[in-house]
């Protein structure tokens, strides 16, 4: 294709979504990536510096169930790109990847850092400008976006800044902002769990989800509660939530039975970890020096009650976790089939500027990938017709 008669598009946000998309891009089209940082910066983190970037399902109607925010949107996209999709596109980009037996994707290298190489290296057609976009205008045939040092008049701009910085650049176009909350972090509770902080517990049970959990000094954290952390995202505190914190089967009477002259906290601790079954003794006042024997039924079905309807009011969120944003550009306002605005001509949204956001396990970088995708093939699409 002649120089001149390539689109010009630029790229707002080099983060992981917008640098996939340059590379899609790069061939047909001459491409501009505007970052006020150093692009895929926020790669570095990611799967504790391992990079979870996918997850090993392959029905897309089973991948998008993995997202609170987006689950119905995603079929389109995902129906285009999806697990298969990303695997392959990432071996192009010279980064073979494994599955663990959690069934999440990291790269073999289990490098962050060697991905974003890899990205880097691979970005060959592309300038790159380190500045901050400030507004963004559309006229009749281009659309103009202000930075902090200049401006640049694209026939298609892509907006992809994540969901960490303000909105106001989109929401000033009249573009509707679902009010961004953070998901996938831990919860501050009312109650005092100072001295529980440091134990977890495997393989509990909250909303019929099972996980490990984490007592903090502020509340719970851990696998589990990321998970109901994004369930509850948009709910208003505070809210209760109800642990189970032994979701195998217990016949609690018997072993008080069989362990007559046991310590009742010792009993407790062959199963739970020994502060906290102090504490739920304390909770119940019963003493945790009192033999099995002394239990009587009434006491029995307390503790079992606190074991199994563990309850903790939220209040907060302690952002501890791989912290996404729940809300950004509303679902309704984006073609799915392309992730053009509905209402702005040529402005596009990819990522988790979306009100897209899932679970933990690869799922958060999927949606980069596969709106990334969407965004550019509709854009090489758009110039053939
Ligand atoms: C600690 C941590 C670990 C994570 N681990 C995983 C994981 O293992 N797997 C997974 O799937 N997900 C993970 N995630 C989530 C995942 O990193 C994000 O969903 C993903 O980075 C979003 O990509 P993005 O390109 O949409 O936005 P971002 O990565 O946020 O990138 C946006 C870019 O836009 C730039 N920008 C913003 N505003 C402007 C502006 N006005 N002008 C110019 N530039 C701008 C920013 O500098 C940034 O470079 C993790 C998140 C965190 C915080």
């Known amino acids: 294709m002649a120089q001149e008669s390539r689109l010009n598009v630029g790229i707002l946000g080099g983060g992981p979504a917008g640098c996939l998309a340059a590379f899609f891009l790069q061939d047909y089209c001459n491409v501009l990536i505007i970052d006020n940082s150093n692009i895929l910066r926020t790669i570095l983190p990611t799967g504790g510096g391992r990079c979870n970037l996918a997850h090993c399902e392959y029905d897309f109607k089973e991948l998008a169930k993995n997202y609170p925010r987006g689950e119905k949107f995603l079929y389109s996209v995902f129906s285009k790109y999806s697990t298969a999709e990303t695997i392959s596109t990432f071996e192009d980009l010279g980064v073979k990847t494994y599955v663990q037996n959690d069934n999440r994707i990291f790269p073999e290298s289990n490098s962050a850092k060697d991905v974003r190489n890899k990205m880097i290296d691979a970005l060959k057609n592309i300038d790159i400008k380190k500045e901050k976009g400030l507004r963004i205008e559309p006229t009749n045939e281009k659309i103009k976006l202000v930075t902090d040092m200049n401006s640049y008049y694209f026939d298609k701009l892509i907006v992809a800044i994540g969901g960490h910085s303000t909105f106001d650049i989109i929401s000033r176009l009249g573009v509707n902002i679902i009010t961004p909350l953070p998901s996938l972090v831990g919860l501050v509770t009312s109650q005092n769990l100072k001295s529980l902080a440091g134990i977890s517990v495997k393989d509990a049970e909250c909303f019929g989800i099972r996980g490990d959990i984490l007592f903090t000094h502020k509340g719970v954290s851990g696998p589990l509660i990321y998970k109901i952390s994004s369930l509850k995202a948009r709910d208003r505190k505070p809210y209760t939530i109800s642990i189970n914190l032994h979701s195998k089967d217990l016949d609690l009477q018997d072993l008080l039975n069989k362990n007559p002259h046991k310590q009742v906290n010792n009993l407790l601790s062959s199963f739970l970890p020994l ?67 509905k209402k702005i001509n040529g402005l596009y949204f990819i990522g988790e500027v979306l009100d897209i956001d899932g679970f933990c396990g690869g799922f958060n970088l999927q949606n980069c990938w596969s709106t990334a995708y969407v965004a550019s093939d509709a854009i090489i699409n758009s110039k053939l017709h």
């Open 275 to 341: 502060n906290l079954a102090n504490y739920i003794l304390d909770k119940v006042n019963i003493s945790k020096t009192d033999k099995c024997h002394k239990i009587n039924g009434q006491q029995r079905d307390l503790i079992l009650n606190l074991i199994h309807n563990f309850k903790l009011d939220v209040i907060g969120v302690n952002k501890d976790g791989e912290v996404v944003t729940s809300g950004g550009v509303d679902l309704k306002e984006v073609d799915s089939k392309t992730m053009e605005s």
